[in-house]
């Protein structure tokens, strides 16, 4: 079974602060792994998505996440954080299975 | 290329009645899928069509039920409302199955807020 953990339920920093959000996963096969973000009374955006091609993936405004299968995670990060980031952010896993599982959510706050 | 609409935006039910949502894709998108999210139970999955077939249902009871028609356009239903059912209803459309490993991103509508009176 698949299942995906986001560590932290909200994080806060300030503005032009790195920003690091968590996620773990578990899956009995070769993952595919997706970080979307949503605003306040809108749909989910795609940020970036872990296609095995490499490890180390550049997503939009900025946002990277890296995986790493030893330590089963795919966490998010940004080296400068702007107030417009502050958003809920989902991790989702993929597998053979054929369904979609989606995190809790992080809610990002983002101090000026 | 436009993206997913929903409709309606904002809607407002009382205990019993029953609703119908609807949801247009991307065009050429032949997956679709819907979610429903609460503060209290975050974003959970509902079911996704592919190709006018239902291929994956979560684990919701039978008064949500949803069809895909030859368009790729969607609608979900829930029968005899309850409060516990307000919420934002989100849709999704990918080219593929969603969860294939395939590595399809879902494109998201801006959702359907239902209120349970």
Redesign the interface.
Known sequence: AQSVTQLDSHVSVSEGTPVLLRCNYSSSYSPSLFWYVQHPNKGLQLLLKYTSAATLVKGINGFEAEFKKSETSFHLTKPSAHMSDAAEYFCVVNTNAGKSTFGDGTTLTVKP | KAG?TQTPRYLIKTRGQQVTLSCSPISGHRSV?W?QQTPGQ??Q?LF?YFSETQ??KGNFPGRFSGRQFSNSRSEMNVSTLELGDSALY?C?SSWG?????S?????????TRLTVL
């Open positions: 997913v899928s979610y975050g974003l999955f996704e291929r994956n989100l999704a199955l969603a969860g294939a490993r590595y399809n991103e879902q494109f998201f509508g801006p959702g």
